[in-house]
């Protein structure tokens, strides 16, 4: 059974930094891209970054371009988004997902999320 | 940017079907992802590449796609059923888009 685990949110004032970790299981980490994907209170989901499954190829929107950075290692199954400079429009739910592909591909298992609050 | 559009509320009755439209350039050319997401949970994907479906999900649920507009039809809705739903695509260049999400009633 596919399973994904995040961790690593919480409360932070503005200009603060996180590091998010999704431990996943039950399915060979390697081969299968990885992406965050948050969501805003009462909002709808948005794309944060994607990963391939080597690691070689990483894909960030502009709205998060140089302030969040995506990583995996493959050796202990874990995704890693690294959130620097937060501004209080980043408090969200971060979800991690998988997708059915080395590199793009639908997101076929999604975890529960860990929640970022930005504020003061 | 890429954009998609879906209206924002579809609402039917027990035992009918509903279709949740979502409106994008040259959709059919992208492969269309949707997503149902109950409140409190994780999204859960339901229908992807256009009209396939993930193991264990009915076959209630079923997509389509024309030149600008990608379809999730739902048959027999329930209450069950009700939910947010979202569209999805690669844009083709180095970006995943989502719609911004139709809420499903079902009166």
């Known amino acids: 059974e596919v399973q994904l685990l995040e961790s690593g949110g919480g409360l932070v004032q503005p200009g603060g930094s996180l590091r998010l970790s999704c431990a996943a299981s039950g399915f060979t980490f390697k081969n299968f891209a990885m992406s965050w994907v948050r969501q805003s209170p009462g909002k709808g989901l948005e794309w944060v970054s994607s990963i391939g499954g080597s690691g070689h190829i990483r894909h960030l929107p502009e709205s998060v371009k140089g302030r969040f950075s995506v990583s995996r290692d493959n050796t202990k199954d874990t995704l890693y988004l690294e959130l620097n400079s937060l501004r209080a429009e980043d408090t969200a739910l971060y979800y991690c997902?998988?997708?059915?592909?080395?590199?793009?591909?639908?997101?076929?298992?999604w975890g529960q999320g860990t929640l970022v609050t930005v504020s003061s | 940017s890429y954009v998609l559009t879906q209206p924002p509320s579809v609402s039917v009755a027990p035992g009918q079907t509903a279709n949740i439209s979502c409106a994008g350039d040259k959709l059919s050319t992208k492969g269309v992802h949707w997503y149902q997401q109950k409140p409190g949970q994780a999204p859960m994907l339901v229908v992807y590449d256009d009209w396939d479906r993930p193991s264990g999900i009915y076959e209630r649920f079923s997509g389509s796609t024309s030149v600008n507009t990608a379809t999730l039809t739902i048959t027999r809705v329930d209450a069950g059923d009700e939910a947010d739903y979202f569209c999805e695509v690669w844009d083709g260049g180095s970006a995943r888009v989502f719609g911004g999400g139709t809420k499903l009633a079902v009166l």
């Open positions: 997902a998988k997708s059915n592909s080395p590199l793009f591909g639908s997101f076929d298992h």
